[in-house]
């Protein structure tokens, strides 16, 4: 499996921005998606997660009620969307797959490149 994130930039607090990754192989259908977040200075953290099928969602705390994550398997594509940006977002933004809902959330097999995220006061 192979991973290819893509979207970021810049963006101006309160702004929005989506993330996309798409996927390589025939096995999307069966991985649970999910995105981290590299700050600089800090350690990698989740941000979101969703199940094979998308009928189910995870966030960190920090981008509840103003990041969704959703799956297109007709393109073998993840995103998050990303609204009311703050400061604190800015990071390297990973795609991340795995079997396991779980796995996903703490320690995916699959890693695409990081995507920069800045967000300006």
């Known amino acids: 499996v192979q991973l290819q994130a893509s979207g970021g930039g810049l963006v101006q607090a309160g702004g929005s921005l989506r993330l996309s990754c798409a996927a390589s192989g025939r096995t999307f259908s069966s991985l649970c998606m999910g995105w981290f977040r590299q700050a600089p200075g800090k350690e990698r953290e989740f941000v979101a997660a969703?199940?094979?099928?998308?009928?189910?969602?995870y966030y960190a705390d920090s981008v509840k009620g103003r990041f969704t994550i959703s799956r297109d398997s007709a393109k073998n594509t993840v995103y998050l969307q990303m609204s009311s940006l703050k400061p604190e977002d800015t990071a390297l933004y990973y795609c991340?797959?795995?079997?396991?809902?779980?796995?996903?959330?703490?320690?995916?097999?699959?890693w695409g490149q990081g995507t920069l995220v800045t967000v300006s006061s």
């Open positions: 969703i199940t094979w099928g998308g009928g189910s969602t």
């Open positions: 991340a797959a795995d079997r396991a809902i779980s796995k996903v959330q703490s320690n995916p097999r699959y």
